[in-house]
């Protein structure tokens, strides 16, 4: 089954101590994405990569990490957690050759700061 | 900094009516859109995309656009209570990136 997934779903934390959520795709995409999404806010972009290597800042990147060292896998680090990062995080994937280059989402990891 | 805008709602309509959701872009030079869907607590899934003037059907799902009043909408016919979730507009910029509006909530009522 193509799918986008996420680890942790759910992670409770305290104020910087590192973590990292994992994100991996099985659809060979090239582009994945890293997004929060805050009440009133709507989805934001934290981090994006066009392909292995390659790594973008989104609007949000402040406090955040990515590495692209294969090409299924995205994580986001974490490496001081604040409690105004409490979100929930979606990741995200699309090819980026050819049709609707649709983005389909991983099923979110809700992370608290405490 | 590229724009998107929805009313956020709650837009409530009764079982069977039309729902009309709208969406507004600021990047005129924007050429593609979408309309992702998002049950609450889950993740967004797309409904339907569009990139050129005028109307695209899908099943129950029409999306409209118009590029120079910089206006997308989704109707949405026949609406059922399975249809109440948030909906997301979503508008292509650069090569692949989204920028999202914060959602329109609709809610179905039986």
């Known amino acids: 089954e193509a799918q986008v997934t996420q680890n942790p779903r759910y992670l409770i934390t305290v104020t910087g101590k590192k973590l990292t959520v994992t994100c991996s795709q099985n659809m060979n995409h090239e582009y994945m994405s890293w997004y929060r999404q805050d009440p009133g806010l709507g989805l934001r972009q934290i981090y994006y990569?066009?392909?292995?290597?390659?790594?973008d800042k989104g609007d949000v990147p402040e406090g955040y990490k990515v590495s692209r060292k294969e090409k299924r896998n995205f994580p986001l680090i974490l490496e001081s957690p604040s409690p105004n990062q409490t979100s929930l995080y979606f990741c995200?994937?699309?090819?980026?050759?050819?049709?609707?280059?649709?983005?389909?989402f991983g099923p979110g990891t809700r992370l608290t700061v405490l | 900094q590229k724009e998107v805008e929805q009313n956020s709602g709650p837009l409530s309509v009764p079982e069977g009516a039309i729902a009309s959701l709208n969406c507004t872009y600021s990047?005129?030079?924007?050429?593609?859109f979408f309309w992702y869907r998002q049950y609450s607590g889950k993740s967004p899934e797309l409904i339907m995309f569009i990139y050129s003037n005028g109307d695209k059907e899908d099943g129950r799902f029409t999306a409209q656009l118009n590029k120079a009043s910089q206006y997308v909408s989704l109707l949405i016919r026949d609406s059922q209570p399975s249809d109440s979730a948030t909906y997301l507009c979503a508008v292509k910029v650069g090569s692949y990136q989204l920028t999202f509006g914060k959602g329109t909530k609709l809610s179905v009522i039986p």
């Open positions: 995200a994937s699309s090819s980026t050759s050819g049709g609707t280059n649709e983005q389909f």
């Open positions: 990569s066009m392909n292995v290597e390659v790594t």
């Open positions: 990047d005129r030079g924007s050429q593609s």
